[in-house]
């Protein structure tokens, strides 16, 4: 994990009515907009970006919110994959598409533009029809505020951290397979889902990073996604006492999609 230099200020230090600088200018954005007065913690930070724990701004009453900051062109193999990419040329010049296969500075500048657009789009999206997922609040120029899930002790435990002795793993499960199909209602298939980007906070599952969700009415491979999805989610639960069948649930998923009745 990389370490980013404390921020002036802290929870403890100043008053949260008084901003100060961060240091990193997506941060300072959402500070000069009234939005955050400071970071609190650094959460997570790998080879896309890092999540920080902001103070929020007293006018958002809210005590925190999430930042996260993406690296400037950073390298992703979703982000350069066909599979994940399908679509989403739809909207785009033929020498821009050309400049993204091709990789160029200028390509490189527009697919992390396109990642932290798709990101911010899709949890408006999932807000607006239900999914527990962060709510986006602001964007920045490589950047997504969102709202916080955890408390200032840390952000909530993934799904994976869950107690195999934990008696709510059917109701874990029934939510995420809800919530599956409130994104497939909206034709989103999260296209990574897992273990790792499912949060448990007050008994309730809460999906994260979906800057690689695909749109089913422009990908040829959302089917196999969903059921890459599925599986993943039912393997996971199965060694919880949880055993269903992944393709039977897509294949169920899937036909009540398609026929507009999820």
């Known amino acids: 994990m990389h370490q980013h230099p404390p921020a002036q200020g802290g929870l403890e230090s100043g008053s949260p009515y008084e901003p100060v600088t961060t240091g990193i200018p997506d941060l300072d954005s959402f500070v000069d907009r009234g939005l955050i007065t400071h970071i609190h913690t650094q959460l997570t930070s790998g080879k896309e ?3 920080y724990c902001c103070r929020a701004h007293p006018s958002i009453n809210r005590k925190f919110l999430a930042a996260k900051v993406y690296r400037e062109h950073a390298e992703s193999s979703y982000k350069w994959d066909p599979t994940y990419f399908q679509g989403r040329e739809r909207v785009l010049k033929p020498k821009i598409i050309r400049a993204i296969q091709a990789r160029t500075e200028f390509g490189r500048a527009v697919a992390a533009n396109l990642w932290v657009s798709a990101e911010y789009e899709n949890l408006q999206k999932m807000a607006s029809c239900g999914v527990h997922a962060p709510k986006p609040i602001a964007r920045g120029e490589n950047s997504i505020l969102m709202e916080y899930v955890g408390n200032g002790a840390g952000p909530a435990p993934h799904l994976d951290s869950l107690d ?15 919530d599956i199909a409130r994104l497939l209602a909206r034709h989103l298939v999260h296209g990574d889902l897992s273990p790792y ?28 996604l969903l059921h890459r999805d599925i599986k ?19 294949t169920d998923l899937w036909e009540r999609y398609q026929r507009a009745r999820l």
């Not at 195999?164 to 793993?169: A, E, G």
């Not at 994260?208 to 040829?220: C, G, K, L, Y």
Request: neutral net charge; glycine residues 2%.
């Open 197 to 224: 980007n499912i949060l448990i906070w007050k008994e309730r599952t809460w999906i994260i990073d979906v800057p690689q969700a695909v749109d089913v009415r422009f990908n040829q491979s959302a089917f196999e």
């Open 232 to 250: 993943r989610i039912c393997d996971f639960f199965a060694k919880h006492a949880v055993k269903r069948d992944p393709m039977k649930i897509t």
């Open 49 to 51: 970006g890092t999540v």
């Open 164 to 178: 195999p002795r934990d008696n709510t793993t059917q109701i874990y499960f029934d939510q995420i397979l809800e």
